[in-house]
């Protein structure tokens, strides 16, 4: 192999989805771009801010850990499922939100990427909107349960966790805050 | 193979049927040998001028690029162009280049604008002129080829810097640059010459890089700078290779590199308590992290029960098998049997701290002969039972086996599907389900992309040929590649699932290798490639392969050494079971050897991102091969 890398230090990319089907690459004007050798990424919203954070194992070195600081970001809302006829973190449930204008689906996994996992709630941008106007959830059972947005908390402005059980109404809302 | 064997598999192959009739008669091999040859050689050619430009950029040298072009140089306006705003936000601006100029260009302009652009710089910390592709090549003096401009340095923030960072004296940003020039060669001497160019496209991207805060250096989430500690908030971990493959019965004699593989991560709440831990899986010393909600991590592998070293284990999937509300855990192993723990409270007074207790030897978990080979898992109830089953992903014995071809190997280990009977107790159900997945596995993910309510599973392989696996609801599976053409003939390393263009279906990710070699992977090539092969006579080895790949590509095939270098795939879902790969238009695709990859929303814009980790050092240089 002599004295170059395979393929070293390269820079990692966040491909910025600015809709119509453009991606930037924002990785290097964002800071999390790092050149260590990466291998597993691990999404996960660490300090419940409603901002995503990573995690990058590399191989042979340290670990790199990215805090979300984001200023200008959208508000957030996490599903978390608890299923009940499903399996209980209700891995494979379909999950359709519609807010501000958009609909996005999000499925719950556990295991993707590179020998990587992700957190389990899912996890929708909301962008300037406060309201929620549907969610649809599709349990692994079949059972479909819609949620009106309006029954959500009006309290809640910013962020929050949604704890919906399978085929139940109760709902148990979290706040998401920045520190 | 028997006689007959290859009797059958010639007649059935159009591939050699079209490979006889190019090579009919002498004069169409020399053709062949020759336009390979041409192509390599222009290709080296193009890369000498190439690296001239890229030295006289790194260096702020106006000369030295300008040597590079030809005294009658004439373009359109598009020969040079302008970076035109076209959006900011959080410290990021996104700017297009565009061409200003209303006029032709001539090598005058050309060193205007060059001189002009680099005073735009104040620092280069890496150049890159790549040669993309070679499009034509008119006799032996002319030839057009695609020219790939890569840059990273600071500049001025252009006055617009806001006054706090004026204030701490900061007046610098960082930027990128990436533009895709056409140019016309011609030779003069020995060396050639830009004769003309014109620019596709190109980005220059800009920012203050505060939107993600590496935590290295610093106790805690909130300390404002690094503090000096020795850890990313408590996370101390630092990964190593697996001693193992020093070992005389592991050392991978064959394969070597794969002791650089192993480091996969998951983000996990294995206590319930609503603050996210992680666990990294490595070669030496996995470890746990518990999440202490204060803005800390703090190592917990030994306090849960977990054991202090457990070598070979590259992946760690968390998933609650028992359905009890707490996470357990699989560790999928590649040089011992892969395993299995149970998460129990600490205590029966205790039931809120947690810690497991492995329950391997009675899980029906059992090792692919002296190792597992596992790479890589994931959990998902594919019968729709109740119960989380798992499918697991292995690569290849290392000591034994090379890859067999280098755009469509075969010969894994095989993956294995896990159905879960209750108890902690796995069935291998792979050939009943009917799967038959031996590639170089370093991928797996599941997701319902026909919307009908089961699992389908996109399984990435290196060195060719991905599948994707269509439940079929009744506890089999189909590979369904070729006609959803999601078939991706690339090094796969990772695959991915997501709503990508939010139309409400799940759309796929997969990282591959692009190759900085690409413009060799073209048709002239691959002929020369095949005609070697018959005259060696390997041809019969390969014709198996060769006719696999012809069944799932057909008359696109003088293009496959192209695709199996042309790196990452986005496969948009049209909703009616096929995909459109996206990823040239998308430019989601870069140079580089890509791994994990996954994707979110990172600004809450409510549009998922993509996040794609690269990288293959061997060495302390920062040079590539």
């Known amino acids: ?179 | 193979m028997s006689k007959r064997q290859k009797r059958v598999i010639l007649y059935s192959s159009p591939l050699v049927v079209l490979l006889l009739i190019i090579g009919f008669g002498k004069l169409k091999l020399d053709q062949i040998e020759s336009n390979a040859q041409q192509l390599a050689q222009m290709g080296q050619a193009a890369q000498k001028t190439l690296g001239e430009f890229r030295t006289g950029v790194e260096k702020f040298d106006v000369e030295k690029v300008l040597s590079c072009y030809d005294d009658q140089y004439a373009s359109d306006r598009e020969g040079f162009s302008e970076e035109q705003l076209q959006s900011e936000r959080d410290g990021v601006r996104v700017y297009r280049w565009q061409p200003t100029r209303e006029k032709p260009t001539s090598k005058p302009d050309i060193a205007a604008e060059i001189g002009r652009y680099l005073k735009t710089m104040s620092t280069v910390e890496e150049a890159k002129l790549k040669l993309d592709s070679v499009e034509r090549i008119d006799g032996a003096e002319h030839a057009v080829i695609r020219s790939f401009l890569w840059l990273r340095g600071t500049r001025d923030a252009n006055g617009v810097a806001t006054r706090n960072d004026r204030a701490r004296g900061e007046g610098k940003e960082a930027f990128e640059t990436q533009v895709l020039f056409r140019m016309w060669l011609r030779a003069d001497g020995n060396a050639w010459k830009i004769r003309r160019q014109e620019m596709i496209r190109g980005t220059t991207v800009t920012g203050d890089r505060r939107g993600f805060t590496d935590l290295w250096g610093r106790s805690n989430f909130y300390a404002s700078e690094a503090d000096g500690a020795a850890s990313s908030a408590g996370i101390d971990f630092a990964s190593r290779f697996n001693p193992n493959f020093l070992t005389s019965a592991w050392k991978p004699k064959t394969f070597e590199i794969i002791k650089y593989g192993p480091a996969g991560v998951s983000a996990m709440d294995y206590d319930d308590d609503g603050w996210y831990d992680v666990f990294f899986a490595d070669g030496e010393r996995p470890r746990l992290y518990r999440n202490r909600g204060d803005g800390t991590f703090t190592d917990a592998t030994l306090d849960v029960g977990l054991p202090e070293t457990m070598p070979g284990v590259n992946v760690g999937i968390f998933a609650d098998f028992d359905n009890d509300g707490y996470k357990d855990a699989f560790f999928g192993c590649f040089t011992d049997s892969s395993r299995l723990f149970r998460n129990v409270a600490a205590s029966p007074e205790q039931a809120a701290r947690r810690k497991f207790v492995e329950v391997t030897d009675t899980s029906g978990i059992v090792k692919k002969g002296d190792g597992d080979f596992v790479v890589v898992a994931s959990a998902a109830d594919y019968d729709n039972d109740g119960d989380l089953d798992l499918y697991t992903g292995r690569y290849l014995d290392p000591r034994r086996h090379l890859p067999t071809t280098l755009f469509y190997t075969r010969n894994g280990e095989g993956n294995s599907l896990l159905r879960n009977d209750g108890n902690f107790h796995f069935t291998d159900v792979t050939r009943e389900a009917g799967i038959d997945e031996t590639g170089l596995t370093l991928g797996v993910a599941w997701g319902d992309y026909d919307s009908d309510n089961d699992l389908d599973m996109y399984v990435a392989n290196d060195f060719g040929r991905d599948s994707l696996l269509r439940n079929n609801g009744n506890g089999t599976f189909s590979d369904v590649s070729k006609e959803s053409n999601a078939f991706d003939p690339g090094y796969g390393m990772s695959s991915t699932w997501g709503d990508i263009d939010n139309d409400g279906d799940l759309d796929i990710y997969v990282s591959d290798v692009h190759s900085g070699q690409r413009w060799y992977g073209q048709a002239a090539t691959l002929y020369k490639y095949l005609l070697t092969s018959v005259r060696q006579g390997t041809i019969f080895e390969d014709l198996p392969v060769y006719k696999e790949i012809y069944d799932h590509v057909g008359a696109d095939w003088s293009t496959y050494g192209d695709k199996t270098v042309k790196g990452n795939a986005l496969y948009l879902n049209d909703g009616n079971g096929k995909f459109t790969d996206v990823s040239e238009a998308t430019n989601t695709n870069p140079y580089g050897w890509y791994w994990s990859s996954t994707m979110f929303d990172y600004d809450n814009d409510g549009r998922q991102d993509i996040y794609a980790a690269n990288g293959w050092i061997t060495s302390k240089s920062t040079q590539d091969l």
């Open chain 1, 1 to 179: 192999m002599g004295e170059n890398s395979w393929n070293g230090y390269e820079h990692k990319c966040l491909f910025a989805n600015v809709g119509k089907g453009q991606f930037i690459d924002v990785a290097r004007p964002t800071g999390s771009d790092s050149v260590k050798d990466g291998r597993g990424v691990a999404v996960a919203d660490f300090n419940r801010d409603g901002r995503l954070d990573l995690v990058m194992n590399n191989n042979n070195e340290t670990p790199v850990l990215y805090l979300n600081n984001l200023r200008k970001s959208g508000n957030a809302l996490e599903l978390k499922l608890v299923g009940t006829q499903s399996n209980h973190d209700a891995i494979g449930a379909y999950v359709r939100l519609t807010a501000g204008g958009k609909t996005m689906t999000r499925q719950v996994e556990a295991g993707s990427g590179y020998a990587s996992q992700m957190m389990l709630p899912v996890h929708f941008g909301l962008g300037k909107a406060e309201q929620v106007d549907t969610i649809e959830i599709r349990w692994p059972s079949g059972r479909v349960q819609l949620i009106d947005g309006q029954k959500l908390a009006p309290s809640v402005k910013g962020s929050r966790q949604l704890r919906v059980k399978e085929g139940s109404d109760l709902l148990t809302q979290l706040v998401l805050e920045t520190r």
